[in-house]
Nanobody, 125 residues
Framework: VQLQASGGGLVQPGGSLRLSCAVS????????MGWFRQAPGKERSFVAA????????YYADSLKGRFTVSRDRAKNSVYLQMNSLRPEDTAVYFC???????????????????WGQGTQVTVSS
């Protein structure tokens, strides 16, 4: 499985961005697709995840209501819609995937075997 994240850029506070993650290779029905981010000088943290088959979604508590994760199985892609962006959302955003994790582990980066290269999101006026 290979992942390619895109869609990052510079946006003003209050603006929106939609990140995409193109998935190549076989994606199992029970795969989990995750988004993580790493701000400068900080550890990588969980943003959101979605179950590839059922479409169930999971979010970091602090991001609920502003971020939405979705997937398009026909296009083999996962998306992260980010609204009302704040300067503290500035980070490199990574998509990740795994097909054999326990659901309770989807919040943790070491549960994901496959990672994209990351895309930079900068929120600044």
């Amino acid at each position: 499985v290979q992942l390619q994240a895109s869609g990052g850029g510079l946006v003003q506070p209050g603006g929106s961005l939609r990140l995409s993650c193109a998935v190549s290779g076989r994606t199992a029905h029970n795969s989990v697709m995750g988004w993580f981010r790493q701000a400068p000088g900080k550890e990588r943290s969980f943003v959101a995840a979605i179950k590839w088959g059922a479409g169930h979604t999971y979010y970091a508590d602090s991001l609920k209501g502003r971020f939405t994760v979705s997937r398009d199985r026909a296009k083999n892609s996962v998306y992260l819609q980010m609204n009302s962006l704040r300067p503290e959302d500035t980070a490199v955003y990574f998509c990740a995937a795994d097909s054999s994790m326990i659901q309770s582990n989807l919040w943790f980066e070491n549960a994901y075997a496959y990672w994209g290269q990351g895309t930079q999101v900068t929120v600044s006026s």
